[in-house]
């Protein structure tokens, strides 16, 4: 590990630690985590320059990261309605290459998709090694919105007994099993609850109505999905409290103010790919005599198109 790896790591960790959810502790929300919170040390006018520097430092690390092809790197995004989740994805991911990362958003499932285990549709997004995948809301939801609304959960093609009282509890035991097995085969999970408060959240639902270019993202259901914002809250609580483990840990990140969001989310996403350490492969002897091999004969058609005028104005015209 080189000294600026170790240094990088420990400004992260310094910054992101407020809100991992250290596994086994109970949640309250919004009380253990506030929504509004901003790092003393993080400066709005500053903000724009903190974002890109770890957008070029995740980029750099992106690069190493699919070179190597041994890691993947899930990351998962969960929040309310206009907590901002298409825009952190937007702003953190913007310097990455985009044939390095895939962006899947779940919908209601389909007949197909309940034709199969509720971690199916899931399973079949998962990022290969070398690439990150997101998650735009993803199998939490089944402990999420199927829980707030149970009408979802008994219109799911399953035994009758799987629906019982212990359905949530075995679920989080489920998904904690799954993730294990993820991150033992080298998909690694990093989990962020973007944390919204309701006042926030109302102003950013009003800026829909009344700005028109905003119109289109207004969405008459997030009204009435937002009547049941405790009982979300209450949910959000006992998901993070039953699932941040040490292999995959919950950060609640404060997303009332946007620009210390982005920075925020990044943080954590750097943090664990910066910790996977990915290394550029290095070739073998015989790769590389190979390599020095092919070279010289590629300088040597420079000394050939030398020796043959006539061949070296068909390059030039070729080219020109």
């Known amino acids: 590990m080189t000294e ?37 040390f993080v400066k709005k006018q500053d903000a724009k320059e903190t974002l890109q520097r770890g957008v070029q430092q995740l980029a750099e690390y992106q690069a190493r990261l699919a070179a190597q092809d041994t890691y ?42 309940l034709d199969h285990d509720y971690l199916w549709r899931y399973a079949r997004r998962l990022p290969a090694r070398g ?20 009408q979802i959960l008994a219109g799911q093609k399953m035994p009758r007994k799987a629906k019982g009282k212990d359905v949530w509890a075995r679920r989080f035991r489920e998904i ?17 609850f973007l944390n919204v408060s309701r006042e926030e959240q109302k102003e950013r639902f009003l800026a829909r109505v009344d700005d028109p270019e ?49 920075i925020a989310a990044g943080a954590v996403i750097l943090d664990k790919i910066i910790d996977l350490d990915p290394r550029f492969p290095t070739v073998s002897d015989e790769a590389r005599a190979e390599m020095l ?3 010289d004969e590629l300088l040597a058609e420079d000394g050939q198109a030398q020796a043959d005028p006539k061949a070296t104005g068909q390059a030039r015209a070729s080219r020109g």
């Open 214 to 262: 905003r119109n289109w993202k207004f969405s008459a259901a997030d009204i009435r999905e937002r009547r049941y914002w405790d009982d979300y809250q209450k949910a959000f609580a006992e998901m993070l409290a039953a699932t941040s483990t040490e292999w995959a840990p919950w950060h609640v990140i404060p997303a009332d103010r946007k620009w210390f969001m982005r």
């Open 4 to 40: 600026s790896r170790t240094d990088r790591l420990r400004e992260l960790r310094r910054f992101i630690e407020p809100f991992r959810v250290e596994p086994g502790r109970k949640v309250r929300l919004p009380k253990d985590f506030d929504p509004g919170y901003t790092a003393d």
């Open 293 to 295: 091999k092919a070279r």
């Open 131 to 150: 690439m990150i995948g997101i998650f735009n809301r993803s199998y939490y939801e089944e402990v999420l919105v199927v829980r707030v609304h149970p």
């Open 72 to 113: 993947g790197l899930l990351v998962v995004f969960q929040a309310m309605d206009a907590a901002g989740k298409d825009g952190t994805i937007k702003h953190v991911m913007s310097g990455v290459n985009p044939q390095g990362v895939e962006v899947s958003s779940f919908k209601v499932p389909s007949s197909e998709e």
């Open 176 to 192: 904690n099993d799954w993730e294990r097995y993820l991150v033992d085969n080298g998909i690694h999970v990093v989990k962020l």
